[in-house]
Every structure is written in structure tokens, then in C-alpha cells.
């Protein structure tokens, strides 16, 4: 495989370099505050998971002299590349927080831990820490644009590989570093970029996240710092794009340069399931089916999903025992949607006792997947046939943006405070929504972290 043709590098540090706040039009910056607020929710309700209590036991972040703030924690404080490990890997603990189909992972888990630490430690206004935000999720798409589909279905996990350079780039806007600083910084993000697929299920996924909120912000701090890495590691030989088999099918600088003026971070798509998103069609379609047609798990003989072959590799998990490994199982996601389960944060949909429970598997192993050429990943076809020789068909496609942005924020509020409220109360989550909408005001953006850090008195409902 050949190096890419053109500055690559250099073309993606510069579009993302060039974003001010004043110029950002309004609907990117109300999606970059969706970013925010779901971000918030996902990593307060995170906080509690044991993969988020294995690492800070394991790695000790309390710190006298702490610039950062560990959500959900009161009154813990780290260091500024700890918070954004653990932040980081607590908002993609539950699988619940945003995508992107053009980046092919998870936009805001790597960019805004380490963005919102450095800001908090820095003293960075509102506006500075929104079009840092945008900054991140703008080249970490882009770099999506130009390697995918061949970097993802390798097997790289784009949250942990393109997220670096996100993180990266986020942090090099807040430092407000000249261009050949951030050539820099991109170098040492793409050295350090990592994740795999064969880890979905596993602890290990949501580590991805923090780590690359982790090694983004140490790029950005390094090479702000005089610290040097090849300014071309996107395009040269042996670079990122080659080395990790991303490369084939790109155009080069072109694919960078066509988005030029546009602002992908208008794309992202908000989960309602806490699951991988390649299974919410499914299941949107299976809790359609048992609501329209009153279907019963004792009415079902058999299901057929379809799906391209690349799904195989995401959320294939054929018999899944555990919660994590049901959050990446199509089979057992369109049982639970048949079932009627709470699939949001706040049920036990993804526990180890409800995938092994005898009415789930029953139903699970019913359910076949089935490769069809032409399907889109993110609308999923799915037939149900009944015992009585009836056959019902469902279709959802949940890859379209939204167009309405207000009922998008209504949806997301309603998320927040489900996610946020039984972690730091009503009234505090109230608070967390009231400083996300206001942001731009403020300036320092520091009260937003620790009133998240702030555990409230929690009502009785939660």
C-alpha cells in the first residue's frame, strides 16, 4: 500500500486550527452542547461501574495538588492526564454515549474528558472549551472520512485510534499552539493511537476511550512543550493511514479538503439504548413488533435479522453470559426488545443474571442472523414468525441525523437526569443542565466540572 498523496497532516491541523467560536453557526454549536450534556450523563452514571472503581483503586488519583476533577466523586481531584483517563473510560463504561458513522466510533468519549480537564486546570472560558470540542470531533470525523471503512473493519476501534487525534486536536486548540506545534501534536497522537475490535465486550472497550483521552491530551501537553513527532504521520510511509490499513480506497488530501467549511459534529447520533449502536434498529424494530402486533415470547417460533457482513465483527456475540458481552449481541438485543426490557441505563437489561436467564436464552436462541448484501448497518430488516404461521416484518434505520435540534435537546434531557439524577440528585442535575445551555457565558468553564464532581442529596424517586 502506498503513503497518501499531500499534506495531510497539515491540511487536517489546519481546518481544525481555524475554528473560532464566533464563527461556529449556531446548530453545531447547540450539537456540540448536546456532546456535552450526554457526555456528562453517561460519565456520571459511568462513575459508578466497576471498571471505573477498578481504576481509580488501582491507580490511586487522589492528589493534594489536583488540577482535575473526577466526576462523580466528591472531592476527589487528580492530576490533569488521570482525570481524563478515568473520566474518559467511565463515559464509555455503559456503551451509552454518542457515534458517529463517519468516524465509525464514539466522538465525545475521547475528546471531551481530556478537552474539559485541561480547560478546568487552564482556566478556560466557556466558549474556548465549546470550540475545543468541536475542534476534536471535526478532525477525528475527518481522519474517519479519509481511512474508513478499511481502518474499522481491520478491526480498529476508532474510538481508541482516531479519538487520540480528537483528544489531540481539542487540546492543541485550547493551548492555542501555532501550526507546526500542531503538526507536532498529531504526530505524537497517531504514535500512540491504539484499540482493537476483539476487545468489544470486555473492560478493556471503554479503556480505549480513556486512554485516548489520556494520550491525547500528553500529545497536546508534549508537543506544546518543544516535544517532537513526525508532523506527517498521517501520510507518510509507514504513518497511520498505511500502518493501520486505512488507506485503501482514500484519495488523499482530497477527502480532507471536500469538507472543508462543513461541521460534522451537526452528525452525531444520541443513543436510547445503552448498547452498541449497530443493534438499535434491532431492537427499535423487535419493541415495535411486540407493541403493534402484541406479540409474546410464547408466540414466537422463530427470527431472522439481517445485516452486512461487517456487523459480524461489531455485535455478533452469539451466546453471550455476560451484561458487557449482551451489549454487543444482536441475538440477545432483539430478545430483550421482545421481552419488553428496560434497555436504557437504568434497567437490568445488561446484567450477567438477565443474559442467563432461562426466558431470555430460550428467545435468544431463536433468533438468527443472517448476512444480506445491500443493508445498511444502521437500518436493520428483522422477521418475526409466529406459531401460528403468521410472518412480521419490521424495518428502523437510526442513522439519520436529527433535524430537529430542540427535540433532540428534549430527548437528552430526559437521558440526562435519568443518567445524572441517582448520582448527584435532582436539583444538582437541574444545575448541570442550566451551565451546559449557558456555557458560552461563562468564563471559566471550571464550575461546570466540579459542580458534576458535587454529589447532591438525592430524592427519594432516585
Known sequence: M????????????????????????????????????????????????PLTQILRRQLDPASERGEATLLGAEPERTTVLLA??????????????????????????????AALALAEARGASGERLLAAIVAGIEL???????????????????????????AAAACAHLLDLDLERWQHVLGLAGTQAAGLKSSFGTMAKPLHAGKAAHDGLLAALLGGGGFTGNPRIVESRQGFAET?????????????ERLR?????????????????????AIDGARGLRERAGLRPGDVEAVTVEVPRGSLDVCNIESPSTGLEGKFSL??????????????????????????SPELVALRD??????????????????????DGREHRALVDVGT???????????????FRSLAGPVVGRERADELVSLVAELETLPDAAPLVRSAARLGRLDPAN
Not at 464566533?22 to 460519565?43: E, F, I, M, R, S
Open 401 to 415: 441525523p436529527a433535524a430537529d435540534l430542540a427535540e433532540q435537546g428534549r430527548r437528552l434531557e430526559i437521558k
Open 84 to 113: 481524563a483517563l478515568i473520566n474518559g473510560a467511565a463515559s464509555h463504561a455503559l456503551d451509552f454515549d454518542d457515534t458517529h458513522t463517519t468516524m465509525s466510533g464514539h466522538p465525545s468519549a475521547p475528546v471531551v474528558p
Open 261 to 281: 467549511g462543513r461541521f460534522l459534529v451537526r452528525d452525531t447520533l444520541f443513543k436510547y439504548h445503552a448498547a452498541c449502536y449497530l443493534t438499535h434498529s
Open 366 to 387: 431463536r433468533v438468527r442472523v443472517a448476512v444480506a448484501s445491500g443493508t445498511s448497518p444502521t437500518a436493520t430488516p428483522l422477521l418475526v414468525r409466529t406459531r
Open 244 to 256: 493501520l490499513r486505512g488507506a485503501a480506497g482514500a484519495t488523499g488530501i482530497e477527502a480532507i
Open 2 to 49: 502506498s503513503p497518501l498523496q499531500g499534506a495531510v497532516t497539515r491540511e487536517l491541523a489546519e481546518q481544525a486550527r481555524a475554528l473560532a467560536f464566533p464563527a461556529l453557526p449556531p446548530d453545531a454549536v447547540t450539537a456540540a452542547k448536546h456532546c456535552l450534556l450526554d457526555w456528562l450523563g453517561t460519565t456520571l452514571a459511568g462513575s459508578r461501574e
Open 140 to 166: 477525528e470525523c475527518r481522519l474517519g472520512a479519509l481511512v474508513n471503512p478499511g481502518h474499522y473493519t481491520a478491526g480498529f476501534h476508532a474510538t481508541g485510534t482516531l479519538g487520540t487525534f480528537g
Open 331 to 356: 441475538r440477545a438485543t432483539v430478545a430483550l426488545g421482545l421481552l419488553g426490557d428496560d434497555t436504557g441505563a437504568g434497567g437490568d437489561a445488561f446484567t450477567d443474571r438477565r443474559m442467563q
